[in-house]
């Protein structure tokens, strides 16, 4: 093959790796390339092994599910040889023409259909799952000389690569599928964030926030007052990362404008029994936000609970305001009241709750808080 119409062939390769609608007819291209009818992928052992079935080889899938997967003696002879191992294995260096005259799967199918023998190219997706790549080559076809051997080695190379590429896209998209309907049953605002605290998918009630000064623009969660997205985006990070957040409330509150009551906000670690409830993937880092409003079913009765807590209606006016980031100046505004006044309920709130600073007081209320999505 010459050296141009390799290169046109790996360019082509990677295109189908990133689009979905060309990736058949690229495999198909690729055994082409190599006197082949058409290519299969598939991944050994299963009882349905078929990954990825070129066009030119799509009549035969429904026959090779059925039944002719168990007596594909090209499989099960490789692995009774060891040779299931990442590399590249050209049939003809372990069948010989007797034992493909005495098999059925080499006589009543593959030869049927115009197939005399198989190139395989076996790979593994993250050093564990094996897969195969099958170029089926047509009936009557020499085995390859030295020159075709290295030619078809280097396009190998690419077209594993990707293969790895396009099945990750692949469950990439399903699992993004599966993530939205997922999403969509939490009654509160709901995102999925990476380890960089950028949201990656959201629901719509993630949308509703807009008017509480909350948006998402470019991938980052931004809220309108700067202190708050500060603290915010410690928290997110804390989580995100894993890092140890000891000194992090179990909830954040968030002000919202021309409201009393604040959003709030949690954010989990995915991993363990929280990535087992919204499907089956396990992403090595990365959180789950949820933020409630008071619109929502869940979200809770904070002011019953500071009452709970011994505190007078006026104390938690303003603990609510304080939990939720403001300062006294702005509480005060907020209520209608002077500094001194909101200065003396805090001084309240503290001796009632045994606790003397604001930390304390976002820390408690979160732990108080039940939080259901």
């Not at 790796?17 to 390339?33: K, N």
């Not at 070129?54 to 099960?76: C, R």
């Not at 997205?229 to 992090?248: H, N």
Request: contains cysteine; proline residues 4%.
């Amino acid at each position: 093959m010459h050296a141009n119409n390799i290169e046109f062939l790996i360019d082509s390769i990677y295109d189908g790796a990133l689009d979905a609608s060309l990736w058949l007819d690229t495999i198909q291209s690729c055994a082409e390339a190599f006197k082949g009818a058409g290519t299969v992928i598939l991944q050994p052992g299963l009882a349905s092994p078929l990954l990825y079935v070129s066009p030119g080889l799509e009549h035969l899938t429904a026959g090779y599910n059925e039944y002719w997967w168990q007596e594909d003696i090209v499989v099960s002879t490789a692995q009774r040889l060891g040779l299931i191992r990442p590399g590249i294995v050209w049939d003809h260096q372990f069948l010989s023409n007797k034992i493909k005259a005495k098999s059925f799967y080499f006589q009543d199918f593959l030869r049927t259909h115009d197939i005399g023998g198989i190139a395989t190219v076996i790979g593994a997706l993250n050093g564990k799952t094996r897969f195969a790549i099958n170029v089926q080559r047509r009936l009557g076809v020499t085995p390859p000389d030295e020159a075709e051997q290295q030619a078809f080695a280097t396009i190998s190379r690419h077209l594993s690569r990707a293969l790895v590429m396009r099945l990750e896209l692949d469950s990439s998209q399903a699992v993004g599928s599966a993530l939205s309907q997922r999403l969509a049953e939490f009654d509160c605002a709901v995102a999925i964030l990476d380890r960089a605290g950028q949201a990656k998918t959201w629901n719509r009630a993630f949308d509703t926030l807009s008017e509480d000064g909350v948006h998402i623009r470019n991938g980052s969660v931004q809220l309108a007052l700067g202190a708050a997205q500060t603290k915010f985006d410690a928290f997110v990070r804390c989580v995100a990362t894993g890092l140890a957040a000891q000194q992090m409330p179990d909830a954040l509150f968030v002000p919202r404008p021309n409201s009393l009551l604040p959003l709030i906000v949690r954010v989990t670690p995915l991993r363990g029994q929280t990535c087992e409830q919204l499907g089956s993937f396990a992403p090595v880092h990365g959180a789950l936000l949820m933020i409630l409003k008071p619109g929502n079913r869940t979200y809770p009765d904070l002011s019953n609970i500071l009452l709970r807590l011994g505190l007078t209606q006026a104390q938690t006016r303003v603990a609510l305001l304080i939990a939720a980031g403001h300062t006294t100046k702005t509480a005060a505004e907020r209520l209608a009241v002077s500094d001194e006044t909101v200065r003396s309920h805090i001084k309240g709130v503290y001796a009632r709750l045994g606790i003397d600073r604001q930390a304390d007081l976002v820390r408690l209320v979160g732990k108080v808080v039940p939080f259901e999505a």
